[in-house]
């Protein structure tokens, strides 16, 4: 069949969906610049597809303007048509930076942080996802055979990362049924979050050229370990020096990685509703599951809400340059912009308040006593979307967290899909999220 190709500039809307616009590839000099037209309404479309409320009706014009860094342009090699798109920033008119564009937000908070410390942040997401295709096999967790059932899903996968400049970790088979996990190798902040949104396309995009699918909802089988999105994060000096090490220091944190840390955790129960931002994602932030459900910082413990990862432990061996943190408490409901923007914006609070770091927990906070827990920094996470929403309204630096236009429209956007839900049991919840995302 004769094609002209098309060529898809996108963004990530506060769904964390990924959407945008396409014309012919003859036309990219000129869509470089121009970028496609968008509307403000666009972001509040939510994850089924609706709009049940927005600020801003019908009216008004933006431009979604593509990164040339974050071409993809993949050919599978099967004949089907390529994966051709560029992650892009939402415009206004005059070209300024639109208040409620995820992508800016990042960049503008990273800015920020980067003009209080003179520090940059290394990340790194990690995605868990459960392939739906394969027929599974009882107590295939982390096995040869899960990755054997799924054919040329894993294979495949990575070659369209590394052609799309996302560089593949490792790829494995985790605990739940038909669930596996992609990690990719760290990268500045912005880029780390580009792969984010990048790593899902190209996983669905694998998964149906093989008449698959996956899903990243945060619980896909009920009663079955959850899908996290992780983020690895450490800092660096403007020599690219790391910056996130003290062996003096409690948990090996330096003053302003523990501030950074101390500002997160203190703010979480309000942030889970821009990590965590779905009905389903509260089935999977609960006790005893390898996620969290409360705001400790965590030594080698993952079921803490930031964990301190393991480095080597031979003498001599260099700690500093692979020493790095995990926040956990996230979820690919997120638009990994947001997620990231917010941890950070509440870090920078931590870090202007100098605010001391957290006690390291080494055992399991459920057996803590009130004043252990209090020594430890520990509060509950919330329980459900609705009460992260709340937290978040009522929270006193809410605005400072999502400036602008954004928090309100984000609150309105969340709410909104929420009421959808009403009157629905959990199990067809369950299959509407495990669809969307
Ligand atoms: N599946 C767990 C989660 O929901 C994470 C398991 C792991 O440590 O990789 O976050
Ligand atoms: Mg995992």
């Given amino acids: ?18 959407r945008g616009k396409g014309f012919p590839a003859s036309e990219l000099d000129t869509r470089l610049d121009k970028g496609v037209g968008w509307t403000f309404t666009n972001t509040m479309i939510n994850c089924f597809g609706q709009i049940p409320a927005t600020p801003w009706g019908p009216r008004g014009d933006l431009i979604v303007v593509p990164d040339t860094a974050t071409e993809v342009d993949v050919d599978f090699g099967d004949g089907s048509v390529n994966e051709r798109f560029y992650l892009g920033d939402i415009l206004t008119m005059d070209r300024q930076p639109w208040d409620c564009c995820p992508r800016n937000y990042l960049r503008q908070t990273l800015k920020d942080l980067n003009d209080l410390t003179g520090l940059n942040l290394v990340a790194a997401f990690e995605h868990e996802f459960v392939h739906r295709g394969q027929a599974d096999r009882l107590g295939d967790s982390y096995s040869q055979d899960g990755v054997r059932r799924i054919g040329e899903f894993p294979e495949a996968f990575l070659y ?23 990690t990719v190798k760290p990268a500045d902040a912005l880029t780390a979050a580009d792969r984010a949104v990048i790593v899902r396309e190209i996983a669905r995009g694998t998964a149906w050229r093989l008449g698959d699918t996956v899903s990243f ?19 660096q000096d403007a020599d690219g020096r790391p910056a996130t090490h003290d062996a003096d220091k409690p948990g090996g944190l330096s003053d302003t990685a523990g501030s950074f840390i101390a500002g997160i955790l203190e703010a979480l129960p ?57 926040f956990r408490a996230g979820d690919a409901a997120s638009s990994p912009y947001l997620y990231f923007g917010c941890l950070v914006r509440a870090g920078i609070d931590g870090i202007r308040r100098q605010l001391p770091t957290p006690k390291p927990t080494t055992s399991d906070p459920a057996g803590m006593d009130a004043a252990a827990r209090k020594d430890h920094g520990i509060t509950d996470l919330p329980t459900s979307m609705e009460q992260a929403l709340d ?31 009403e009157g629905l049991d959990i199990d067809e919840i369950c299959r509407m999220y495990a669809e969307a995302y």
């Fill in 217 to 235: 909802s945060p619980v896909v089988t009920r009663g079955a370990a959850g899908n996290g999105v992780h983020l690895h994060m450490s800092f």
């Fill in 391 to 421: 937290l978040l309204e009522r929270h006193p630096k809410a605005q400072e967290f999502l400036p602008g236009e954004m928090l309100s429209a984000y609150l309105m956007h969340k709410r909104g899909e929420l009421s959808m839900l």
């Fill in 270 to 326: 309000a942030l889970v509703a821009v990590t965590a931002p779905s009905y389903m994602s509260y089935e999977r932030l609960k006790p005893n599951s390898w996620s969290s459900s409360v705001t400790n910082l965590g030594y080698r413990d993952r079921e803490a809400a930031i964990r301190i990862c393991p480095v080597s432990d031979v003498p001599g061996a260099d700690v500093a340059s692979s020493f790095n943190f995990e």
């Fill in 160 to 182: 369209a990362l590394a052609e799309a400049g996302v560089e593949p970790e490792t790829f494995l088979p985790e605990f739940a049924p038909k669930q596996f996990e992609f």
């Fill in 1 to 18: 069949m004769h094609r002209i190709p098309l060529i898809m500039i996108v963004s990530t809307d506060f769904a964390g969906q990924v």
